[in-house]
């Protein structure tokens, strides 16, 4: 088949969007597809890196892009408003036989006629919830939410299928649809590369941290910023901290809010015992998270959690605050701990005691990553893309459509 995917943001830039297009991109071109993604074009002197997903490059067809000055992460490029010209030209040509818009906005617009215009279903996967990130919008949030939430239900119902990455932000869009559209929606969460996170060589952090080898390291990935819950990790580790000695907190990644954990990090109770990596390339934050020894998650605005995927795969238990997508990875008391993620006031207190009970624990510590190396081919990347290859089938089957 031909597959044309669209995204309102990609490489260089990271992100969990941008790694999931690129792992199903390359994921379909490994299964013998002919892919094409269209996206904005990276900044002048940018160039897309292999981050590590198996699988060829696939083919680009790149949009007129610009850089936000305030409200967006530094590299993350934005579509011009109304594109046009060579890349739509460009993938009106390739004829795709499945459109998959991975955004609902200006790229799921191109999707959606460039769709109508050659005959192909579109298909749509929900990656972000779009209300959680309102509060960039300041007075504005409120409505702002309200109109995201009509607009992107009015999007769904123009679309052949919607993907959802995990089981409960199926139920909350199939709760939100009419009756008649509920059975479009099918639960597909991105997969990883299981093989390639168990073949690479970990990175002992200790020794860069200047921490010694006899440490315990809790490691958490992603970018900081509030919506990801960075300070719930650091007030647990806190509290911790303070009956084990030997425990130490990796932060892998950065953000808008690096500054204040750095100077929160220096207090006199945590100064050397917390250390921040800054932004990583992929495939070393991957490395020095697999040399960790358990990993903790709190945000509570995911849609599906790669990372706790990729945690898991590199066998570490994750201690992780319940919200969508977390209990399609950890399983309580195999692989991980799972917290009730209420009532807030006390959320940092619960996730320290997890963290308390399996620091001196080394017994139940080394059985759950036993456990969760082992059963990691659950996210394998390869039977994720099989499943979205026979969503794709049975949506260009004559009888479909």
């Known amino acids: 088949m031909r597959i044309l995917l669209t995204s309102e943001s990609y490489l ?158 199926g139920d909350e869009i199939r709760a939100r649809l009419p009756e008649h559209a509920r059975r479009r929606v099918v639960t597909i969460p991105t997969g990883v590369d299981v093989a390639g996170i168990r073949a690479r060589a970990p990175v002992d952090p200790r020794p860069l941290a200047g921490w010694p080898p006899d440490t315990l390291v809790v490691a958490s990935l992603g970018r900081l910023a509030s919506e990801k819950s960075p300070l719930t990790i650091l007030e647990a580790f806190a509290i911790a901290a303070r009956r084990h000695r030997h425990l130490r907190l990796l932060i ?34 991957l490395a020095i998270l697999a040399g960790s020894d358990l990993f903790a998650f709190a945000s509570r605005t995911e849609t599906q959690g790669i990372v706790l995927a990729e945690a898991l795969a590199a066998g570490l238990p994750a201690v992780a605050v319940d919200g969508p997508g977390v209990l399609d990875s950890v399983r309580e008391g195999i692989d991980g701990r799972v917290l009730p993620a209420e009532p807030d006031e006390t959320r940092s207190a619960r996730f320290a005691a997890a963290l308390d009970e399996l620091a001196g624990d080394d017994v139940g510590r080394a059985s759950m990553a036993t456990r969760a190396r082992a059963d990691a081919e659950r996210f394998a990347v390869e039977r994720r893309v099989a499943q979205m290859e026979s969503l794709y089938r049975a949506l260009v089957a004559p009888s479909h459509r």
């Open 12 to 169: 260089p830039y990271l992100s969990g969007v941008t790694v999931s297009v690129d792992a199903q991109a390359r994921g379909l071109g490994e299964r013998g597809h002919d892919v094409m993604v269209l996206a904005p074009r990276p900044a002048s002197g940018a160039t897309v890196e292999d981050i590590g997903s198996p699988g060829p490059e696939p083919r680009y067809a790149w949009l007129p892009s610009y850089q936000l000055p305030h409200m967006a992460p530094a590299g993350y490029r934005m579509p011009l408003p109304n594109p046009a010209g060579g890349a739509l030209a460009e993938a009106r040509r390739f004829r795709p036989d499945v459109v998959h818009a991975h955004s609902p906005f200006v790229t799921g617009v191109v999707a959606r006629r460039l769709a109508r215009a050659v005959g192909s279903p579109l298909v749509f996967t929900h990656h972000t919830r779009f209300r959680d990130y309102a509060h960039y919008l300041g007075p504005l949030a409120r409505p702002g939410a309200l109109l995201g939430d009509a607009y992107v239900r009015r999007f769904w119902l123009g679309c052949s299928a919607i993907i959802a990455p995990s089981t409960e932000l």
């Open 252 to 285: 892998i990644g950065g953000g808008p809010m690096e500054a204040d954990l750095r100077e929160r990090a220096e207090t006199p109770t945590l100064a050397g015992r917390v250390h921040l990596t800054g932004r990583l390339p992929r495939p070393d934050a």
